[in-house]
């Protein structure tokens, strides 16, 4: 079993920044394929960006260059550093890796506002 919390949601004028936090626990031992994903009212759940343990990052098209994930593998932890922030990327923001089986933390918050 893998346990995921997730913190550092909240509320933000627009052109400002927030950074995401994600602790993982349990049964994992690096943050190879840990990823940020959300989901905004109405629309279905998209993947921002997902780091490997070499190295390599993703990131979907309307976060490049605003968006940069990292990831401390000693703690286990990827954060999820935005600026930017612009009223669409307001969503929950749910951190996700996949070990055997998916794993999804319970979710925060963030709201930008023009």
């Known amino acids: 079993q893998v346990q995921l919390v997730e913190s550092g949601g909240g509320l933000v004028q627009a052109g400002g920044s927030l950074r995401l936090s994600c602790a993982a626990s349990g049964s994992i031992f690096s943050i190879n394929g840990m990823g940020w994903y959300r989901q905004a009212p109405g629309k279905e759940r998209e993947l921002v960006a997902r780091i490997f343990s070499t190295g390599r990052t993703n990131y979907a098209d309307s976060v490049k260059g605003r968006f940069t994930i990292s990831g401390d593998n000693a703690k286990n932890t990827v954060y999820l550093q935005m600026n930017s922030l612009k009223p669409e990327d307001t969503a929950v923001y749910y951190c996700?890796?996949?070990?055997?089986?998916?794993?999804w933390g319970q979710g925060t918050q963030v709201t930008v506002s023009s």
């Open positions: 996700n890796v996949a070990r055997i089986r998916e794993y």
